[in-house]
């Protein structure tokens, strides 16, 4: 049976129905420079880059660059808070940025139609506690502790497209002192 609320990426091909294009990425990679020269041959509407680290060498003169991916995720929800209809966004980098920068754009009132994600770097994950309501970042682990609360979390396949996260809770909390080991799942 297949998780219905896991997130599907399904690339950055270029959605030419767009009249603007975002593209925030940490790091640019491949995808994003594939993404670029698809829009370079058809000029569907203006296309901006927000992304870390150094710049492409073809990136298109809207660009800016952040500092993080906490920038970058900040700079995105600016930019998607001016908004109109037309804009299409299209998010690459590692899991936890995909994730949280998709949850801002959701959060900025685009429809799942209007994003584009693809993860191209670590599969780690982000993770929400149940309890504290706080969210660890990198979860490579099947279990983690919380960076909120501190409890040993279980990490399910369960996925908050509101926050951008996996959820988790208490690894003992049926038996308490009884942990499951940790596994690496997500490298």
């Not at 940025?97 to 139609?113: E, I, T, W």
């Not at 279980?154 to 940790?182: I, K, M, N, T, W």
Request: overall charge negative.
């Amino acid at each position: 049976m297949e998780h219905t609320t896991l997130p599907k990426d399904g690339g950055l091909s270029l959605d030419p129905s767009g009249r603007v294009h975002v593209v925030a990425a940490s790091p640019a990679s491949e995808p994003v420079t594939a993404l670029l020269a698809a829009w370079r041959a058809a000029r569907p509407g203006t296309i901006e880059l927000l992304h870390v680290g150094a710049a492409p060498t073809d990136a298109p003169p809207d660009t800016t660059i952040a500092v993080d991916t906490e920038d970058l995720t900040a700079r995105l929800a600016a930019r998607l808070g001016l908004a109109s209809v037309g804009v299409r966004v299209y998010i690459a980098g590692d899991e936890g940025f995909v994730r949280a920068a998709s949850a801002v754009a959701l959060a900025a009132g685009l429809l799942p139609d209007e994003l584009r994600t693809e993860v191209t770097t670590s599969s780690a994950r982000r993770v929400w506690c149940s309890h504290c309501r706080e969210i660890t970042e990198g979860v490579t682990t099947t279990v983690t502790p919380c960076a909120g609360c501190g409890r040993t979390l279980e990490v399910f396949h369960h996925f908050s497209r509101r926050r951008g996260a996996y959820l988790g809770f208490q690894a003992d909390a049926e038996a308490p002192g009884e942990l499951p080991e940790p596994e690496v799942a997500w490298p």
